[in-house]
């Protein structure tokens, strides 16, 4: 089984200020992971995902994520917020679970709010 | 464009009835699923299919079901609607690279 943890479910940071939103996973075998992002009233719009190859991950609009083995992490990173990144960002993991099937599990979700 | 229509959009349904949300892709991708999305829980899969002809339960599969006659249509149906089942669905398909691609969504309300 696997499963993802967000650490706060509200973020709150100044326009210009680092972005920093935590995740952390749980997989028996090794997982794709991925960051997404939904404004409201819409659907869901892939930041980023890592896939076994570099370890740091850039994705669009200036985020990028690094996954870590040792600490089960993939924490999404952006140096500068702007009032454009305010939404909702879910943390997913995919991972081989059996009998010829991928399953995609999310995380709870972590608000963004940029304060001007 | 290839990519994964839903439909309905949204839908306001009365407890009792029956509803089949449909779902259909033409990227020919084998891997198909229905996630629900709630306020405060994230996205939570509901059935899967690993390739037409076959299906499986997710974490919620109560009061769903589905079917996969093919490879492109992947339709959900909930036999009596209950305002729990209020909810905006999501439909996603999985390519041979790992990578998962999104519908819009259905935004159903069971009043």
């Known amino acids: 089984a696997q499963s993802v943890t967000q650490l706060g479910s509200h973020v709150s940071v100044s326009e210009g200020a680092l972005v920093l939103l935590r995740c952390n996973y749980s997989s028996s075998v090794p997982p794709y992971l991925f960051w997404y992002v939904q404004y409201p009233n819409q659907g869901l719009q892939l930041l980023l995902k890592?896939?076994?190859?570099?370890?740091l991950v850039k994705g669009i609009n200036g985020f990028e994520a690094e996954f870590k083995k040792s600490e089960t992490s993939f924490h999404l990173t952006k140096p500068s917020a702007h009032m454009s990144d305010a939404a909702e960002y879910f943390c997913?993991?995919?991972?081989?679970?059996?009998?010829?099937?991928?399953?995609?599990?999310f995380g709870k979700g972590t608000k963004l709010s940029v304060i001007p | 464009i290839a990519g994964i229509t839903q439909a309905p959009t949204s839908q306001i349904l009365a407890a009792g009835r029956r509803m089949t949300l449909r779902c259909t892709q033409d990227?020919?991708?084998?891997?198909m699923y229905w996630y629900r999305q709630d306020l405060g829980l994230g996205l939570r899969l509901i059935h899967y299919?690993?390739?037409?002809?076959?299906?499986g339960k997710g974490e919620v599969p109560d009061g769903y079901s589905v079917s996969r006659a093919n490879t492109d249509d992947f339709p959900l149906t909930l036999a009596s609607a209950v305002p729990s089942q209020t909810s905006v669905y999501f439909c996603a398909s999985r390519d041979d690279l790992g990578g998962y691609t999104f519908g819009s969504g259905t935004r159903l309300t069971v009043v």
């Open positions: 890592y896939t076994s190859a570099a370890t």
């Open positions: 997913a993991v995919s991972a081989y679970s059996g009998a010829g099937s991928y399953q995609l599990t």
């Open positions: 990227m020919r991708h084998n891997a």
């Open positions: 299919s690993n390739t037409a002809g076959t299906t």
